[in-house]
C-alpha cells in the first residue's frame, strides 16, 4: 500500500548520533514520523479528540464538569425522568463506568435518582435545581470560549460538514 506523505510526516532529518543505544531519530530535538498512522481516519479522529477535549476542561474547569459529565447533565435536562440505562445506552457509557459517573454527580447534588412508577427495578435520573444551576453556567462556558474556538477555528461550512460525517460515521459505521 503506497501512502502519500502529507504534513503530519515532516520532521526534521536526524543528525548523526553517538553510540548512546537510541535509535536515529529518538532525540528529544526530532519528531516521530507518523508515516501511514497519519493517513488513519481512527488515529486522526482520536488526536482531535484529544484536543478536543483538553479545550472543554479548560473552558469548564471552575465547574470541574468533564465532557460525559457535561453531556449526562444535557441529556438529563433535554428528557427529564428518563431511566439510567437509556441516558447510558445513549451516550454509549457501560453500565459500571455510568454508575461511578453518577455517584459522583448525585454526591455534587447535581442529579437525583429515584425509583421509577413504572418499574421498581428501575431508576429515574432528575437534575437538581443546583444542577440546572451548574448547566447553565457551563453551556454558557462551552458556547462563549469552546465553540466559539472550534467555530473560528473551522469556519461555518466546514464546522456543518464535519459534524454531517461524523454522524454519518456514527449512524452507520
Same mark, same amino acid.
Given at each position: 500500500m503506497t501512502v502519500s506523505k502529507t504534513a503530519a510526516d515532516a520532521v526534521k532529518p536526524a543528525r548523526p548520533r553517538e553510540n548512546l543505544g537510541e535509535p536515529d531519530g529518538a532525540g528529544e530535538d526530532s519528531a516521530l514520523?507518523?508515516?501511514e498512522l497519519s493517513e488513519l481516519l481512527g488515529y486522526s479522529l482520536k488526536r482531535a479528540q484529544l484536543k478536543v477535549f483538553e479545550d472543554f476542561l479548560r473552558c469548564v474547569a471552575p465547574l470541574q464538569l468533564t465532557p460525559a459529565?457535561?453531556?449526562v447533565l444535557l441529556l438529563l435536562d433535554n428528557n427529564p425522568g428518563?431511566?439510567?440505562t437509556e441516558i447510558a445506552n445513549?451516550?454509549?457509557?457501560?453500565?459500571?463506568?455510568?454508575?461511578?459517573?453518577?455517584?459522583?454527580?448525585?454526591?455534587?447534588?447535581?442529579?437525583?435518582?429515584?425509583?421509577?412508577?413504572?418499574?421498581?427495578r428501575s431508576h429515574i435520573l432528575v437534575l437538581t435545581d443546583?444542577?440546572? !444551576?451548574?448547566? %447553565? *453556567?457551563?453551556?454558557k462556558l462551552v458556547a462563549a470560549k469552546h465553540e466559539a474556538r472550534l467555530n473560528e477555528l473551522l469556519g461555518p461550512a466546514n464546522r456543518v460538514a464535519l459534524l454531517e460525517?461524523? !454522524?454519518?460515521? %456514527? *449512524?452507520?459505521f
Open positions: 514520523r507518523l508515516g459529565q457535561f453531556s428518563r431511566n439510567q445513549t451516550l454509549g457509557i457501560l453500565r459500571p463506568n455510568f454508575v461511578a459517573m453518577l455517584d459522583g454527580l448525585e454526591s455534587r447534588d447535581f442529579c437525583a435518582r429515584m425509583r421509577s412508577t413504572n418499574d421498581r443546583k444542577g440546572r !444551576a451548574v448547566l %447553565a *453556567r457551563a453551556k460525517m461524523l !454522524a454519518k460515521i %456514527a *449512524r452507520e
